[in-house]
């Protein structure tokens, strides 16, 4: 059989003015504009009595002069936590102005105005270690007229888990200006095409009337713009109530964007307020291939399969392929929910009997050879229990972790930051099967420690669970003869491109296509190149992804 010859480059495509940010994610966007929004962020006065304020209409607000005088002031306003660990081109912007006229400039010499980051914030800005953002434009030639701060590059040595930015304000007894600061703004660039983002969040009983938060409607909504903003690849999600006359699935499918969205949850009639657990995935990154549950499985501990498992809350699976390049990753997600703590010996022994029969499956010749993630709501830890009504200090899941050669627990010492319930490690977790031990992108999982600071009332309106992600990344290997490029090579101009794209073949080619993606992977357009060019003229201004096939061999550049 011959190969098909693949050439995938990233195009721009000129109309409008292309801005950087275009092909950027958004990590963390606060205008100020509100108490609400100015209370993600932490004020924190080391000199002086003075501090950051909300002002309306103009932000955050810091000043030294009170009562007709100058008081000296160094004051800090501190972001929440950002997971920068695995973000490339992370980009600090924001808008800001100082007055009054008289005093506008006093100190910009000096330094008195900065913009700083770092990857540990101790609690206290003194002993913390910043890296000043350099290049902050102070160029404000009106008093009260808002400026753009510019790009501000957060360096890879802020980068953390736990990342933060801040703003410092100085003044002395002599002078002060007020500094006013708006729309703050931190975008970065995920890992490449060939990295996946997965995300497990309990929704607290999503689609159910009776439990949960009291307004449904804003309960979906808010789950979408945690979707949204999270801008993971793939959502398992617990607590899923879907039925035909309330299709949660569907709904948050549909608010998502359905061109570039897709939804399952098995069974597809879960009957009203019964949880199972579904997925969420994006269609440019992920293949839904199949999905069903684990309903047969050996008794253990006493009791059935069925009872160990919340008396049929059996494990969903969702077989997936992860679109890696040219390449298609198959991929098991065992999506589970165990038994809840209920303060009973008995709970703890259905989580561990549902653990065993559960491993005896997954060790089985039908998937101990597969790439597998066991997904969830745990209801437990990994090391240790939660459980306090019965005589045990093992985790009902330790048949997984001691098992080392065939499974790791990614989450396993991860605490839940989450102090509603108390400080406790997680109980949503990542099991990971030895065909994915190299895939894992080391230290990504982590709980998001920011989704509180984004949606009012989160805990109570949304969910009392934080979602937890982890990071995956394959490179495609073939031999040579797959990865023939002697045969033919590829020149394509001008890039970025308005009009017409001249493509520039070298070598013996019997046919060729050209195809042009947006970044949802939908095909915007499709033609044959007889004359070595594409008209992109009618294609909005944008980001594009081009491949062109031909029948001698297989070459792929991104």
């Given at each position: 059989?011959?190969?098909?010859?693949?050439?995938i480059?990233?195009?721009?495509?000129?109309?409008?003015?292309?801005?950087?940010?275009?092909?950027?994610?958004?990590?963390?966007?606060?205008?100020?504009?509100?108490?609400?929004?100015?209370?993600?962020?932490?004020?924190?006065?080391?000199?002086?009595?003075?501090n950051?304020?909300?002002?309306?209409?103009?932000?955050?607000v810091c000043?030294?002069?009170?009562?007709?005088?100058?008081?000296?002031?160094?004051?800090?306003?501190?972001?929440?936590?950002?997971?920068?660990?695995?973000?490339?081109?992370?980009?600090?912007?924001?808008?800001?102005?100082?007055?009054?006229?008289?005093?506008?400039?006093?100190?910009?010499?000096?330094?008195?105005?900065?913009?700083?980051?770092?990857?540990?914030?101790?609690?206290?800005?003194?002993t913390?270690?910043?890296?000043?953002?350099?290049?902050?434009?102070?160029?404000?030639?009106s008093?009260?007229?808002?400026?753009?701060?510019?790009?501000?590059?957060?360096?890879?040595?802020?980068?953390?888990?736990?990342?933060?930015?801040?703003?410092?304000?100085?003044?002395?007894?002599?002078?002060?200006?007020?500094?006013?600061?708006?729309?703050?703004?931190?975008?970065?660039?995920?890992?490449?095409?060939?990295?996946?983002?997965?995300?497990?969040?309990?929704?607290?009983?999503l689609?159910?009337e009776?439990?949960?938060?009291?307004?449904?409607?804003?309960?979906?909504?808010?789950?979408?713009?945690?979707?949204?903003?999270?801008?993971?690849?793939?959502?398992?999600?617990?607590?899923v109530?879907?039925?035909?006359?309330?299709?949660?699935?569907?709904?948050?499918?549909?608010?998502?964007?359905?061109?570039?969205?897709?939804?399952?949850?098995?069974?597809?009639?879960?009957?009203?307020c019964?949880?199972?657990?579904?997925?969420?995935?994006?269609?440019?990154?992920?293949?839904?291939?199949?999905?069903?549950?684990?309903?047969?499985?050996?008794?253990?501990?006493?009791?059935?399969?069925?009872?160990?498992?919340?008396?049929?809350?059996y494990?969903?699976?969702?077989?997936?392929?992860?679109?890696?390049?040219?390449?298609?990753?198959?991929?098991?997600?065992?999506?589970?929910?165990?038994?809840?703590?209920?303060?009973?010996?008995?709970?703890?022994?259905?989580?561990?009997?549902?653990?065993?029969?559960?491993?005896?499956?997954?060790?089985?010749?039908?998937?101990?050879?597969?790439?597998?993630?066991?997904?969830?709501?745990?209801?437990?830890?990994?090391i240790?229990?939660?459980?306090?009504?019965?005589?045990?200090?093992?985790?009902?899941?330790?048949?997984?972790?001691?098992?080392?050669?065939?499974?790791?627990?990614i989450?396993?010492?991860i605490?839940?930051?989450?102090?509603?319930?108390?400080?406790?490690?997680?109980?949503?977790?990542?099991?990971?099967?030895?065909?994915?031990?190299?895939?894992?992108?080391?230290?990504?999982a982590?709980?998001?420690?920011?989704?509180?600071?984004?949606?009012?009332?989160?805990?109570?309106?949304?969910?009392?669970?934080?979602?937890?992600?982890?990071?995956?990344?394959?490179?495609?290997?073939a031999?040579?003869?797959?990865?023939?490029?002697?045969?033919?090579?590829?020149?394509?101009?001008?890039?970025?491109?308005?009009?017409?794209?001249?493509?520039?073949?070298?070598?013996?080619?019997?046919?060729?296509?050209?195809?042009?993606?947006?970044?949802?992977g939908?095909?915007?357009?499709?033609?044959?190149?007889?004359?070595?060019?594409v008209?992109?003229?009618?294609?909005?201004?944008?980001?594009?992804?081009?491949r062109?096939?031909?029948?001698?061999?297989?070459?792929?550049?991104?």
């Amino acid at each position: 059989m011959q190969k098909l010859n693949k050439l995938i480059i990233l195009l721009a495509i000129i109309g409008l003015k292309l801005s950087p940010l275009q092909a950027q994610t958004t990590i963390l966007e606060q205008s100020l504009l509100t108490q609400q929004s100015f209370d993600t962020f932490t004020p924190i006065s080391v000199t002086g009595e003075q501090n950051w304020n909300f002002y309306d209409p103009y932000g955050a607000v810091c000043s030294g002069f009170f009562g007709g005088e100058n008081y000296a002031n160094e004051d800090w306003l501190i972001s929440p936590a950002m997971n920068l660990s695995q973000m490339d081109n992370v980009k600090l912007t924001f808008s800001h102005t100082r007055g009054n006229a008289a005093v506008m400039n006093a100190g910009v010499n000096e330094g008195w105005y900065k913009a700083f980051a770092t990857a540990n914030f101790t609690g206290d800005p003194l002993t913390t270690e910043w890296i000043e953002l350099e290049g902050l434009n102070q160029n404000i030639t009106s008093a009260w007229q808002f400026i753009s701060s510019g790009e501000l590059t957060i360096p890879e040595a802020a980068k953390s888990q736990n990342s933060r930015i801040a703003f410092r304000y100085i003044c002395s007894s002599d002078e002060s200006a007020t500094w006013e600061i708006k729309n703050v703004k931190v975008t970065g660039q995920a890992p490449g095409t060939d990295s996946f983002k997965i995300t497990n969040w309990n929704t607290e009983w999503l689609g159910c009337e009776q439990f949960g938060p009291n307004n449904e409607d804003l309960q979906i909504e808010n789950v979408v713009s945690v979707m949204l903003s999270m801008n993971a690849d793939i959502y398992c999600i617990q607590e899923v109530s879907n039925t035909s006359s309330n299709p949660s699935i569907q709904t948050l499918v549909s608010l998502l964007g359905s061109d570039q969205w897709g939804g399952a949850i098995v069974p597809s009639n879960t009957g009203a307020c019964n949880q199972r657990q579904g997925i969420i995935y994006k269609k440019s990154k992920v293949q839904l291939v199949d999905s069903f549950e684990l309903m047969s499985g050996s008794p253990s501990q006493g009791n059935s399969y069925h009872y160990n498992w919340t008396s049929g809350r059996y494990p969903a699976v969702y077989h997936v392929n992860l679109i890696a390049g040219s390449e298609l990753i198959p991929l098991y997600l065992v999506n589970i929910h165990a038994k809840a703590e209920d303060g009973e010996a008995e709970s703890y022994t259905r989580r561990l009997g549902g653990s065993q029969g559960l491993k005896n499956i997954l060790d089985g010749t039908n998937y101990n050879t597969k790439n597998i993630i066991v997904i969830g709501d745990f209801n437990d830890y990994l090391i240790g229990t939660s459980s306090d009504a019965c005589n045990c200090t093992n985790s009902p899941f330790k048949n997984f972790i001691d098992d080392e050669n065939n499974y790791n627990g990614i989450t396993k010492n991860i605490i839940d930051v989450n102090t509603n319930w108390g400080t406790r490690p997680l109980i949503e977790h990542f099991i990971i099967s030895d065909e994915l031990f190299d895939n894992y992108i080391a230290n990504s999982a982590a709980q998001d420690v920011t989704i509180p600071q984004t949606i009012n009332n989160f805990y109570n309106t949304t969910s009392n669970h934080l979602p937890v992600s982890a990071r995956f990344e394959f490179t495609t290997v073939a031999s040579q003869e797959e990865f023939d490029t002697t045969q033919a090579s590829w020149t394509i101009y001008p890039n970025p491109v308005k009009d017409n794209l001249n493509i520039t073949i070298t070598g013996t080619i019997e046919s060729t296509t050209a195809e042009i993606y947006d970044l949802t992977g939908r095909l915007v357009l499709q033609e044959n190149i007889g004359n070595n060019t594409v008209n992109v003229s009618n294609l909005p201004a944008g980001i594009y992804i081009l491949r062109m096939d031909n029948r001698n061999g297989k070459f792929v550049k991104e």
